[in-house]
């Protein structure tokens, strides 16, 4: 069966496709790609997955990057600074 490994970062993105045996997992996936020391999550099409997750013919399997700010503290942060150019007055 056919399936694809995707990992990306800004700007670019790399795309392996491969034939695995039937009832093969993610992380047999990754290691025929030899992206398999691969430590961040993984998601098959966009939903989580562990490498023991089985895989499907035609499967797309992503490779997610950690994330470099906690997006509830990024959205916080951004607001903080838009309501500080805002004039704030006394009553």
């Given at each position: 069966?056919?399936?694809?490994?995707?990992?990306?970062?800004?700007?670019?993105?790399?795309?392996?496709?491969?034939?695995?045996?039937?009832?093969?997992?993610?992380?047999?996936?990754?290691?025929?790609?030899?992206?398999?020391q691969?430590?961040?999550?993984?998601?098959?099409?966009g939903?989580r997955?562990?490498?023991?997750?089985?895989l499907?013919?035609?499967?797309?399997?992503?490779?997610?990057?950690?994330?470099?700010?906690?997006?509830?503290?990024a959205?916080?942060?951004?607001?903080?600074?838009?309501?500080?150019?805002?004039?704030?007055?006394k009553?």
């Amino acid at each position: 069966m056919q399936v694809t490994l995707i990992r990306a970062w800004p700007g670019r993105f790399e795309e392996i496709a491969l034939e695995v045996p039937a009832g093969s997992t993610v992380g047999g996936a990754m290691d025929a790609s030899r992206w398999g020391q691969h430590s961040a999550e993984v998601a098959v099409f966009g939903v989580r997955a562990t490498r023991a997750t089985s895989l499907h013919d035609g499967d797309r399997i992503e490779l997610l990057r950690p994330l470099l700010a906690d997006p509830k503290q990024a959205r916080r942060t951004r607001a903080d600074a838009r309501l500080g150019s805002v004039t704030r007055t006394k009553r």
